[in-house]
């Protein structure tokens, strides 16, 4: 099992930054990729940013050049760095947990969670 906790959300003005951690704890030996989701009231959940143990990481087209993912993986722990926020950043925003392994002699089993989720509020 592999529980997540996000924190680092607030409030913020337009322009303004932000840095989300994701901090996993459980049983478990390593995780595979990291994400970070959001919704906004109103609307469907979406992938904001993607990291792999690999070091890749993906990016929504809406975020890319002000938002950055990095991870920690001696800490378990996955951070998402918001520049330049905007309004229409406003959301709930979710750690997720995707392929991980239980053991090191182990593969990864395709499992997902989520956190509880951080607010995130932008003023204009």
């Known amino acids: 099992q592999v529980q997540l906790m996000e924190s680092g959300g607030g409030l913020v003005q337009a322009g303004g930054s932000l840095r989300l951690s994701c901090v996993a704890s459980?049983?478990?030996?390593?995780?595979?990729?990291l994400e970070w989701h959001r919704q906004a009231p109103g609307k469907q959940r979406e992938l904001v940013a993607h990291?792999?143990?690999?070091?890749?990481?993906y990016y929504a087209v809406s975020v890319k050049g002000r938002f950055t993912i990095s991870r920690d993986n001696a800490k378990n722990t996955v951070y998402l760095e918001m520049n330049s926020l905007k309004p229409e950043d406003t959301a709930t925003y979710y750690c997720?947990?995707?392929?991980?392994?239980?053991?090191?002699?182990?593969?990864?089993?395709?499992?997902?969670?989520w956190g509880q989720g951080t607010q995130v509020t932008v003023s204009s």
């Open positions: 459980g049983t478990f030996y390593s995780i595979d990729e």
């Open positions: 997720n947990a995707v392929r991980v392994r239980y053991s090191p002699g182990g593969s990864y089993q395709p499992r997902t969670y």
């Open positions: 990291s792999t143990s690999g070091g890749s990481a």
